[in-house]
């Protein structure tokens, strides 16, 4: 089984902190995410990498950053956290779409609550 | 940007009766995911549906894309407390872009 690992459940951070948000998968996975999760709002990207080294904006990406400097590991990063930055941050991973006729599921990690006061 | 609708928002029934939530776009999609995510996880994979018309059952639940493919159902016969969850759909417009969700339905089966 593909797991998803996020290395927090819960964080608290001040307004202003910079906050670094890791994931690692063990599948050898070519795709990963990082979404954030609001009540009534779904799933929204904001970041995702296909590669390491590579880094694509998804649909919100103001006000943050990613790194993957190696294939198991996206790191989300909120350069200077904000009180709009409270939410549930949710990572995935998934083959590469040429591995499929269709794309490829994602596999979800069970997501960092994070309370930006 | 594509958007994906869920109806209802909550449901709320007891152990024992059949439901239906609905996904719904003006879009066409290649492919679409249906996801339930338990409380205090991440949401996991039921069900991947890509052609138009499709069924695909899984134990007490039926997945359908609309012919059009800008539209499926999820029914659910005889739920049980074990179904209580959040139920995502989730499309992806083209081969190999990125998935838009829905908003999700909230689901509570009560003993």
């Known amino acids: 089984d593909v797991k998803v690992t996020q290395s927090s459940r819960y964080l608290v951070k001040r307004t202003g902190e910079k906050v670094f948000l890791e994931c690692v998968q063990d599948?050898?996975?070519?795709?990963m995410f990082w979404y954030r999760q609001d009540p009534g709002l779904g799933l929204r990207l904001i970041y995702f990498?296909?590669?390491?080294?590579?880094?694509e904006k998804g649909d919100i990406p103001e006000g943050y950053s990613v790194s993957r400097e190696k294939k198991e590991r996206f790191s989300l990063i909120l350069e200077s956290a904000s009180t709009n930055q409270t939410s549930m941050y949710l990572c995935?991973?998934?083959?590469?779409?040429?591995?499929?006729?269709?794309?490829?599921?994602?596999?979800f990690g069970n997501g960092t609550r994070l309370t930006v006061t | 940007t594509q958007l994906l609708e869920q109806s209802p928002q909550f449901l709320s029934i007891q152990e024992g009766e059949n439901l239906t939530v609905y996904c719904n776009s003006s879009?066409?999609?290649?492919?679409l995911q249906w996801y339930r995510q338990e409380p205090g996880e991440g949401p996991v994979l039921l069900v991947t549906v890509v052609t138009g018309g499709e069924v695909k059952k899984l134990k007490r639940l039926t997945f359908q894309f609309g012919d059009a493919r800008k539209d499926s159902s999820l029914h659910i016969t005889a739920a049980q407390p074990g179904d209580t969850g959040l139920y995502l759909c989730?499309?992806?417009?083209?081969?190999?872009?990125?998935?838009?969700f829905g908003p999700g339905t909230r689901l509570s089966v009560l003993p």
């Open positions: 879009s066409v999609f290649s492919s």
């Open positions: 989730a499309g992806a417009a083209d081969y190999g872009q990125n998935f838009v």
């Open positions: 995935a991973s998934s083959l590469s779409a040429v591995a499929y006729s269709y794309n490829s599921p994602l596999h």
């Open positions: 599948m050898d996975h070519e795709n």
């Open positions: 990498s296909y590669d390491v080294k590579m880094k």
